[in-house]
């Protein structure tokens, strides 16, 4: 079984600045991570590798040379080659031209059986990536899978939440699979696979490489247009009471108190 | 009897004077309980306080000690309550001293390296603080989301990064602190170097409470890794592990930020608590190695290197953790153990034993075999880069207080004996307080006591300084 797995490569929410006067996020190489929901997906692939050792994965990413790092990553955490699409034409792409270039990188290096994804990235959190790749690709997609099973049928079994319930959803290969937090964690690398993946090298292919105009990529070719970027304004300010002012705890457990016995806050 | 006075109707009317009411907590048992214990699991170490007053400046606690003083009251000074020691609890009752309205960055200084900042302070704040500076404070205790930078000079904290930072008293260059009788003793300042007389400053750090309030504290900071990479080494057998870590150091010439220890056991535990599926094998033993730096090619170089020396040694698997996630992953297990454990085992002893680092093995195989001879269980882990181990003897859960009471005592003394004639301590890092202080005798000569009490008679001459500690 091929199995190609998605990453990218985000500012980690944990330490992202943004720029006071532009509003622009403050990018940092040291603060560059992998986004988290594609670990998930990687760590998907590895455990059906243990299960089936005829399993081979691939990882593929878009961005910025530095994007290296996040191949070399799911390199060290089992992912047996890294292809990543680099090429200055491609910035600015939004997620519909990223599809287009991700499908295609996907045809040229596949056929895959499966392809993993994250269900979003944590700097965009559009999720329409893998729906969009599927779509190019005429494959199945299912989102949002908190588990994967292979069956004795050869088919596979998604586990997905909803606000009510979980839904069980059965489907053939080739397909997309979009996965969410309760898939678990990706593995922990060993130093042995980290050697090895700082010294592979990691394919570079640019959009014509994959048979793609400069015209039909990038920010020029995006239907996207961001119009205007607005703050988030707390709607709700909360009311402070510090420990350190007189019956701090007092006045804590009255206003709780208060507040149950209205119904809790409208 | 003792002879020391209860907190009156009177003293805690002037005591209200010096802070303002609100800041006074006195006959109420539900307010006043919080500030009778530390993190020392069970109720074997508690002990309520008349008073409880929180104080905000260097004036307010000199008159308090003033009062107290005069009136032969003990005074207890207290900071998060994160120790495990009984170092905060008040053994004599009298008035607990709670240090959190003291909790300003006074000052930093990037022209001189430094940090003033007040004892209620939590430490985690000063490096939050810091890091958009570039800069970072390396004490590093294991509770640095809670403890207060006062506890951690008073208990001279230690933690896991000792082996290439040093424990706190490194850190600290300056004190304000009320002596017993109310004076101010200011000592050191923004200074490298100072030996115009005698060096006070280590003697106040690790003084747990015994000495004097610290009201106001300079520290070093130093500029702050950019990187940390983490190895975890899975070792067969305990022994294995600890040989390893010399090995490491002297065949790489690296000098790791931390080398903790935990056997299978106690790192099953931490996992087991977090639901972590981490694959452990039959691991008896494990070594989380980290290494920090500026630059990611430079420390994967020593990973590298590290991990041949740890493979040589036995090490069946190692895992390599270069990203933020992976290495907070790796170290909320470490971190979570003692936790684990609170929840297995009612009745527990956790212990800071310390002894020279090529004796951890030695150390490490008494624990096992004290846990044979009692029917115990002594999980270990620490600090296998400075030779601080905590073992935890936990008892089955079917047994009584009685049977605990009578039973510990006898196993702490042979394992301190057996920790003595290896040339180590009791505590590294976590202090003496009340809970050590039966067994000091024991391990220490009559004449480092004698030292001792000459020190505390000449500086509190009444006893009043948290008394019922140490000695």
């Not at chain 2, 006075?5 to 109420?28: F, H, K, Q, S």
Request: hydrophobic share 40%; net charge negative; aromatic share 6%.
């Amino acid at each position: 079984m091929n199995i190609a797995v998605l990453l990218k490569q985000v500012p980690d929410s944990q330490s992202v600045r943004l720029d006071p006067d532009t509003g622009t996020l403050i990018r940092d190489p040291a603060d560059a991570v992998t986004n988290p929901l594609d670990l998930c997906a990687l760590g998907a692939a590895v455990r059906l590798a243990e299960s089936f050792p005829e399993t081979d994965i691939t990882a593929v990413s878009m961005g910025p040379a530095g994007a290296e790092q996040t191949l070399r990553h799911a390199m060290a955490l089992g992912a047996a080659r890294g292809i990543l699409v680099c090429d200055r034409a491609c910035a600015g792409s939004d997620t519909y031209v990223t599809a287009i270039v991700l499908a295609a990188a996907l045809e040229k290096f596949g056929p895959f059986d499966l392809i993993l994804t994250g269900l979003r990235a944590s700097d965009g959190e559009t999720g329409q990536v893998g729906p969009e790749i599927a779509a190019r690709l005429g494959l199945s997609v299912v989102t949002g899978a908190e588990a994967l099973r292979r069956l004795d049928s050869g088919e596979f079994e998604i586990d997905r939440v909803t606000e009510t319930e979980t839904e069980t959803i059965r489907f053939s290969l080739p397909a997309v699979v979009c996965v969410a937090k309760g898939i678990g964690p990706a593995p922990l690398p060993t130093l042995t696979r980290k050697s090895w993946a700082r010294r592979e090298p990691v394919a570079a292919v640019t959009a014509a490489d994959l048979g793609l105009r400069p015209d039909e990529v990038g920010l020029k070719a995006s239907p996207t247009r961001v119009v205007k970027i607005l703050h988030p304004r707390l709607a709700r300010g909360g009311e402070r009471i510090s420990l350190t002012e007189p019956n701090a705890l007092d006045r804590a457990a009255a206003r709780l108190r208060a507040l149950v016995e209205e119904g809790g806050p409208s | 009897m003792t002879k020391y006075n209860p907190v009156t109707p009177e003293i805690a009317r002037r005591l209200a004077e010096i802070c303002g009411a609100p800041y006074v907590i006195y006959r109420d048992a539900e307010r006043l309980e919080p500030y009778s214990r530390d993190e020392i699991p069970g109720t074997h170490y508690r002990r309520m306080p008349d008073l409880v007053v929180r104080p905000s400046s260097t004036d307010e606690v000199a008159a308090i000690m003033r009062l107290a003083n005069e009136n032969l009251v003990p005074v207890t000074p207290r900071g998060a309550g994160s120790g495990l020691s009984g170092g905060a609890v008040p053994v004599f009752g009298g008035i607990v001293m709670a240090m959190d309205r003291f909790d300003k960055i006074v000052e930093l200084d990037t022209a001189n390296m430094t940090i003033t900042v007040e004892p209620g302070v939590i430490a985690n704040d000063i490096n939050e603080y810091l890091k958009p500076h570039g800069l970072f404070y390396a004490g590093y205790p294991m509770s640095v989301e809670m403890c207060q930078i006062g506890g951690n000079v008073a208990e001279n904290a230690g933690g896991g990064k000792a082996v290439k930072y040093g424990v706190t008293s490194r850190y600290v260059l300056g004190l304000e602190t009320v002596l017993p009788d109310g004076r101010v003793l200011n000592l050191g300042g923004k200074l490298l170097k100072d030996v115009t007389g005698y060096n006070l400053i280590p003697l106040l750090v690790g003084s747990e409470g015994t000495l004097g309030v610290f009201t106001k504290i300079i520290l070093k900071v130093i500029p702050r890794p950019r990187y940390q990479h983490d190895l975890l080494a899975l070792f067969p057998t305990r022994g294995q592990a600890v040989a390893a870590v010399p090995a490491m150091i002297t065949g790489t010439g690296i000098t790791p930020v931390s080398i903790e220890f935990m056997d299978g056991e106690a790192f099953r535990q931490g996992c087991h608590w977090l639901n972590d599926p981490l694959p452990l094998g039959r691991s008896g033993a494990i070594l989380l190695v980290s290494v920090d730096g500026n630059d990611p090619e430079t420390l994967a170089d020593q990973c590298e290197a590290l991990g041949v020396y740890l493979k040589r040694e036995g090490a069946d698997e190692i895992y390599a953790a270069d990203t933020k996630a992976e290495s907070e992953r790796i170290w909320k297990i470490r971190r979570s153990i003692p936790e684990a454990f609170s929840q297995l085992y009612p009745r527990q002893s956790g212990e800071d034993i310390v002894v020279p680092c090529a004796s951890i093995p030695d150390v490490v195989a008494k624990c096992g075999e004290l846990a044979a001879k009692y029917g115990v269980a002594i999980p270990c882990y620490g600090h296998a880069g400075d030779g601080n181990v905590h073992s935890r003897v936990c008892a089955p859960a079917d047994w009584s207080d009685e049977k605990w009471d009578a039973t510990l005592p006898n196993l702490l003394r042979e394992l301190y004996a057996e920790v003595a004639r290896l040339g180590g301590r009791i505590s590294g890092e976590h202090g003496i307080g009340c809970k050590r202080k039966p067994y000091m005798e024991s391990v220490v000569s009559p004449e480092f006591l004698d030292t001792l009490r000459a020190i505390k008679n000449a500086l509190d001459p009444n006893g009043i300084m948290n008394p019922g500690k140490i000695f």
